[in-house]
């Protein structure tokens, strides 16, 4: 996996959740350890309920973990206050959700330097110009979010989101509403911030294609972690994946 | 369906709360004003039909105006022959006269007792008769001119006792006398908190009244006589100028003196209610068009369901109703609790409210009730209609932000309601018709409301620019504020209404502070006003005593009163010696002979001269309270002056027409030469045993005059302060409705790292921003009200203008802070949101 000497983008150590209490409880995750190397891009693949989007929630500080620790860059992200933890969101972690991802009243351009206006800082001019470039919208800036395409809208959220150099990015089913080309489009804008920045991307999808783009997948199953496979192509995962349900 | 609307109501809940609220609070004045105008009604038809126990026949001398004894001054006295008449008529048991005048009182400390409001009444007190209505609780009766009684509440809140000095300034200057005693009247302290200062019957007459006179008999009847027979063998004694009345009559007619007054009052209240109730419906609006908006899929899957347009419209209008309904019941009963709240405000006045029940009647129920659930039903008819309309279509479609309808209709419908409202407004005023006036109010204030949406989004982003410089939160809060044009004008109407209701009146004010300064450069040539605490007609002596003065030239005394004059009807006027006048006013004469006026001469201004349609040499009818009609001669016509008023006779004409010959206002001019210095310790000589009287150089009186102004203003700003606070809860609850419009949008902002503090200066800017363009447009449109009103006003005396400019700063401040106060609640709210939460509400 990794070279112990370097600190991983994303490391998660026995992450425990569940949800509700006594006879209705529900364990969404039961233990989940995982080091997310900087520089790559992770697809999470399970069936629906094994816990992919409570992982990224808890990943992404955007949900408590029951125990476990999760560190972002080195950073240990349980038990920060609300204060700093929407800090770190906002400069250390992107997050592309699967819909409204943008805000109706600014335009995509002011959508794309919110965290940056969040923080109150000036835009990396050279970076914000390469991230505006790659999504293949320069033109379309002034445009508001209900005057684009969804696969659009989903790019200009994929620029939002790495716009602060973040150490990682979480996109929890970006291409579940779009249309395969769409899909495309976006997965292999994911796919270049990895590749050619180096930024880090950890995204859950159901769909082989999609976790194709990845240079790993790891498999999530009832909360646990299951299997994990390297230089992924659809048809192995796909294969995989038939031999997973068939061992259910 | 309606099993569907009362799920729904209950689901909304809260988010009508606070527009029910605002119902509930006008609601509540109108049922606290009632309330209490019922209760006092009571109390004083009990008090005064305790007092007159024992009376049958009342003899008082009659009154040219009428019954009122509003003019009780003007009554010639009844002469003590008349009495010994009366007491020979059968079926006379005893008959007794009083005196009662207004008086001045000096406590102890020398200082004169300045009254908030009730008189001071020098009265007679018979020691052992039984139609006396003073009872002596404490001490003894009093004996001579040294002696006196004295009301037990004035006695309690002057910290005064038995055995101490006070004075007394009636007829004559003044007189010390010993409190001997403390008395009860009827079964109170004291007469609605007037201030009774009682002597033994020859002394209040050469005190206060005229020696050998009373104001009014009291007659008590043999066993087995009626009242009304008893009172026509008195009336065939009477001389003419006198007339006799039941107790039954009596009683109505001093109760229907309390009551006049007790009905502006309860008008007054109204109006304030009427204010809260028109803002109260803005609110009303506001809310069901949000939920509406906020509800189209699922009024849309209602019609997709089979639901007709009518049963959708009724359903809103239910919930209306039903908000209605329970504002409506928690108003009135919130309202008779106000009513005790109102009854400390009139003591704060120094009005004493006999005790008595609280008395709630079932028109008062029924008004509430009624009023509530239109006001609340109404509000709610347009926003109804527009559900009606939502399409079932609608179900399917992805429910985004209400597209930008066109504004033009707007436009024209608001300006087509602007220019109603403002031709009924100065309509109105030009003629005098109160009703007219209202109805401008509300039409123009509606054409504004439908109207700004227009100009909303530029304005609010100018309000809000400032604040988009400094940060984020500030450029989301100002977009968010221009996003909907419709509610944030909507709100910020609601805010607007009694915010130009107070730039209005402040313009009055502020106009008529200046017309004073102006008036009295122009028209004031006295160096001194003297006059006692709101103008109490006091003693003629004071007047003869300055002009003994060496450094006083000219001291010119008034007498006012009123008289009818022709067809203009009861008006003021002044009598004074005319050659004094031309020193203490610049008075310019432009036809006749103002210093030669005569005996029946009457001076006019030019503007009531051309109101009349009279010229020198012309007659008018003149008819007085005591003497009858005269004709008049017009001796002379005068340019307008503020302190000329209308009319002027000469000080002997006026002697001779009025009973009561009290100065009110002193004039005096210093000999030329004479330093300030000197001119005012002449005065102060001269008035030396006047000590109610108070002297004001031009300067004191402007000030004075400038003071009273504003604490008139601020009673009235105090009220408007209501609908004010109502105007904050629509702020509340549009951002509230917002938030919960918007808890994606939260959610989303949050999870890119938006903090709480930052999302709360958010909502707090787009609060500041509705609530500071609400002020913007009040201040606008009252000033707008405020130059007509100064422009209809200008013959009553208010020629000038003047902008309230710190009024108007100190409106715009505190919008601003009422919207970071109104931002709390919601803002709270939306910190509170659970990021995944929110972001997972579909
Ligand atoms: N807010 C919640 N309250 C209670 N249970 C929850 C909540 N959120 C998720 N769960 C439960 O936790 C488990 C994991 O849910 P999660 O949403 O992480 O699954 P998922 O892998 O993302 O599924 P999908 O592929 O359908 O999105 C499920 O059993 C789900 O029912
Ligand atoms: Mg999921």
Redesign the interface.
């Known amino acids: 996996m990794t070279s112990p000497t370097t600190v991983p983008a994303v490391r998660a150590v026995d992450v425990r959740k569940s949800y509700g209490k006594g006879e209705t409880a529900v364990t969404a995750l039961a233990g989940v350890s995982l080091d997310v190397p900087k520089g790559q891009m992770t697809a999470v693949m399970g069936p629906s309920g094994s816990g992919k989007s409570t992982l990224m929630h808890c990943l992404a500080g955007l949900d408590s973990v029951d125990t476990g620790s999760i560190e972002i860059g080195g950073t240990q992200v349980v038990g920060l206050g609300d204060k700093q933890i929407t800090q770190l969101r906002r400069d250390r972690i992107g997050f592309v959700f699967q819909q409204f991802n943008l805000l109706p009243t600014l335009t995509a351009g002011e959508n794309i330097s919110l965290p940056l206006d969040i923080a109150g800082k000036k835009p990396d001019q050279a970076w914000y110009d390469e991230v505006v470039r790659a999504t293949g919208l320069s033109d379309r800036l002034s445009h508001r979010p209900s005057e684009l395409s969804g696969g659009q809208q989903q790019r200009v959220a994929c620029a939002r989101a790495l716009v602060t150099k973040p150490d990682v990015v979480f996109a929890d089913e970006p291409t579940g509403n779009l249309d395969s080309r769409s899909g495309a489009e976006v997965l292999s804008f994911l796919q270049s911030t990895a590749r050619v920045h180096g930024q880090t991307v950890v995204m859950v999808t159901h769909d082989p294609n999609a976790a194709g783009y990845a240079d790993r997948v790891v498999f999530l199953a009832d909360g646990l972690l299951v299997d994990e496979m390297d230089a992924p192509t659809a048809e192995k995962v796909l294969e995989r994946m038939k031999r997973f349900e068939a061992s259910v | 369906m309606l099993r569907a609307t009362w799920r729904g109501l209950l689901a909304r809940k809260l988010r009508l709360l606070l527009a029910s609220f605002s119902v509930l609070l006008g609601i509540a004045f109108v049922s606290g004003a009632l309330v209490l105008t019922d209760s006092l009604s009571r109390v004083f038809d009990n008090l005064f039909s305790t007092i007159n126990q024992g009376t049958a026949v009342t003899v008082q001398g009659r009154s040219a105006f009428g019954s009122s004894s509003f003019e009780g001054s003007d009554r010639e006295p009844v002469p003590q022959s008349v009495l010994q008449a009366v007491s020979k008529v059968d079926g006379v048991s005893s008959v007794v006269g009083s005196v009662s005048r207004p008086t001045t009182l000096l406590l102890p400390n020398g200082k004169a007792f300045k009254s908030k409001g009730p008189p001071v009444l020098g009265v007679s007190y018979h020691v052992s008769s039984p139609l006396e209505s003073l009872t002596i609780v404490r001490g003894s009766a009093p004996v001579g001119l040294d002696q006196v009684l004295v009301d037990a509440n004035t006695i309690d809140k002057q910290h005064l006792a038995i055995g101490q000095r006070i004075g007394v300034i009636g007829n004559r200057p003044k007189q010390v006398a010993t409190i001997v005693g403390i008395a009860r009247f009827g079964p109170t302290n004291s007469l609605a908190g007037a201030t009774l200062l009682a002597f033994d019957p020859p002394s209040a007459q050469q005190l206060f009244g005229t020696p050998g006179a009373w104001d009014s008999l009291s007659v008590a009847s043999d066993p087995g006589v009626s009242d009304q027979a008893l009172r026509d063998r008195i009336a065939a004694v009477l001389p003419k100028n006198d007339e006799a009345l039941t107790s039954a009559q009596s009683t109505a007619q001093q109760s229907d003196d309390i009551k006049q007054g007790l009905r502006f009052f309860n008008i007054f209240l109204q109006v304030f209610a009427g204010v809260a109730l028109f803002v109260g419906m803005f609110l009303i609006f506001n809310t069901f068009s949000m939920l509406i908006a906020q509800r189209t899929r699922e009024l849309a899957l209602m019609r997709a369901l089979g639901a007709s347009r009518g049963q959708v419209m009724r359903s809103v209008l239910v919930e209306s109703l039903a908000v209605g309904l329970v504002s409506s019941l928690g108003g009135f009963a919130a309202g008779v609790g106000l009513a005790v709240g109102f009854r400390s405000l009139l003591n704060a006045f120094g009005i004493e409210i006999p005790k008595g029940a609280t008395v709630v009647e079932l028109r008062t129920f029924v008004v509430c009730l009624v009023v509530g659930v239109l006001v609340t039903v109404a509000a709610a008819v347009i926003p109804a209609r527009r559900a009606a309309r939502v399409a079932p279509v609608q179900a399917m479609r992805e429910s985004?932000?209400a597209e930008d309808k066109s504004l033009v209709g707007r436009t024209i419908v608001g300006a087509l309601l602007l220019a109603v409202g403002v031709l009924a407004l100065v309509s109105g005023l030009a003629q005098g018709t109160l009703a007219l006036v209202g109805l401008g109010a509300v039409f123009s204030f509606l054409g504004v409301t439908v109207i700004s949406p227009v100009f909303a989004r530029p304005v609010v982003g100018l309000l809000g620019l400032p604040f988009s410089q400094v940060?984020?939160a500030g450029?989301?809060g100002r977009?968010?504020a221009m996003?909907n044009p419709r509610r944030t004008s909507t709100t910020a109407a609601a805010l607007m209404i009694g915010l130009a209701l107070v730039a209005a009146i402040s313009t009055l004010g502020s106009s008529a502070k200046k017309s004073v300064v102006a008036a009295v450069a122009t028209s004031l040539g006295a160096d001194y006003v003297l006059h006692t605490d709101q103008f109490m007609p006091f003693s003629q002596d004071a007047a003869t005593a300055l002009a003994k003065q060496p450094q006083l030239a000219e001291v010119a005394a008034f007498t006012q009163g009123q008289a009818k004059i022709g067809k203009a009807g009861r008006s003021f006027v002044q009598g004074v010696d005319p050659k004094a006048l031309a020193t203490v006013l610049k008075l310019k004469v432009l036809s006749g002979n103002l210093v030669r006026l005569g005996q029946d001469q009457l001076a006019v201004s030019k503007t009531e001269a051309k109101n009349l349609g009279v010229k020198v040499g012309d007659r008018v009818p003149v008819t007085w309270a005591r003497t009858g009609q005269h004709d008049f001669t017009v001796g002379a016509v005068f340019d307008n002056n503020q302190f000329a008023g209308g009319y002027i006779v000469s000080a002997s004409t006026y002697a001779a027409n009025v009973t009561d010959k009290k100065d009110s206002v002193v004039a005096v001019k210093a000999v030329a030469g004479a330093t300030p210095a000197e001119s005012r310790a002449a005065v102060e000589r001269g008035l030396a045993d006047f000590p109610n009287i108070q002297i004001e150089d031009q300067a004191e009186f402007v000030k004075k005059q400038g003071d009273q102004i504003d604490s008139v203003l601020n009673i009235i700003t105090g009220l408007l302060l209501l609908s004010i606070v109502i105007a904050m809860l629509g702020i509340i609850n549009t951002l509230a409705l917002s938030v919960v419009e918007r808890t994606?949008?939260l959610g989303?902002?949050?999870?890119?790292?938006?903090?709480?503090r930052?999302l709360k200066r958010m909502i707090r800017v787009e609060s500041v921003v509705i609530a500071v363009f609400g002020a913007l447009l009040g201040t606008v449109v009252g000033v707008g009200f405020g130059y007509a009103l100064v422009t209809a006003l200008h013959d009553q005396g208010i020629t000038e203008f003047a902008l309230p400019i710190k009024r108007i700063v100190e409106v715009l401040v505190i919008a601003a802070l009422g919207g970071v106060v109104a931002a709390a609640l919601p803002a709270r709210r939306a910190a509170k949101l659970k990021?995944?939460d929110a972001?997972a509400t579909a």
């Open positions: 985004g932000p940060g984020v450029r989301l977009g968010n996003r994606r949008e989303l902002l949050r999870a890119v790292g938006l903090q709480r930052q990021v995944l972001i």
